[in-house]
């Protein structure tokens, strides 16, 4: 009789360390998922911030070209000098326009802000993504614990919280993967 009770045990162990070995699984998994989230934000910022500095070169540039552009209008050229100081004067006011808006090469203002706001919103969802997998890391982690805990004390509820933790760390990592904004909590 004592054989079977110590079949049950043994049989039972079996499962809870299958168990944790599928929490583990899904704790690589969501650590990797992690991972690239965050080295996809951290890649995101660092285009947004080259965008911005650049959009900021482009806007100090068009500003001291300005302002040359008043002072000029403002002084009276010499005689015989104004063709070229109109001439000099619509070269400018093309440059300042190319600055502001330039489709071809993107490199406008215009161009340079869209940029910088589109690795702003990339970087955002990474970072969004990157919370949901840390959370879901954290639930197989405590899984694992709790199903470990078990086995040493035989408590078969620590087991069910374990599975359950983990199924919340999938469900986690799902709505990091598929839904990151859904959860209001984690924003």
Do not use: C
């Amino acid at each position: 009789m004592s054989g079977g009770g110590h079949g049950a045990v043994e049989g039972s162990n079996k499962r809870v360390a299958l168990l944790i070995s599928v929490l583990a699984l899904f704790l690589a998994g969501a650590e990797t998922l992690a991972k690239s989230a965050q080295t996809e934000a951290l890649g995101a910022n660092v285009e947004a911030s080259n965008q911005w500095a650049y959009f900021q070169a482009r806007t100090i540039r068009a500003t001291v070209l300005k302002t040359a552009d008043e002072t000029l209008a403002l002084t009276s050229p010499a005689a015989g000098n104004e063709a070229a100081v109109k001439a000099k004067r619509e070269d400018w006011a093309k440059t300042i326009a190319r600055w502001e808006s330039e489709p071809a090469t993107g490199e406008g203002r215009k161009e340079l802000a869209a940029k910088a706001k589109d690795a702003e919103h990339r970087r955002d969802l990474a970072l969004e993504r990157y919370h949901h997998y840390e959370l879901a890391s954290a639930a197989f982690q405590v899984g694992i614990v709790l199903a470990s805990a078990q086995v040493i004390t035989g408590i078969v509820l620590l087991a069910f919280a374990g599975g359950f933790l983990g199924f919340a760390g999938l469900a986690l990592a799902a709505f990091g993967m598929f839904a990151p904004h859904t959860l209001p909590f984690l924003h």
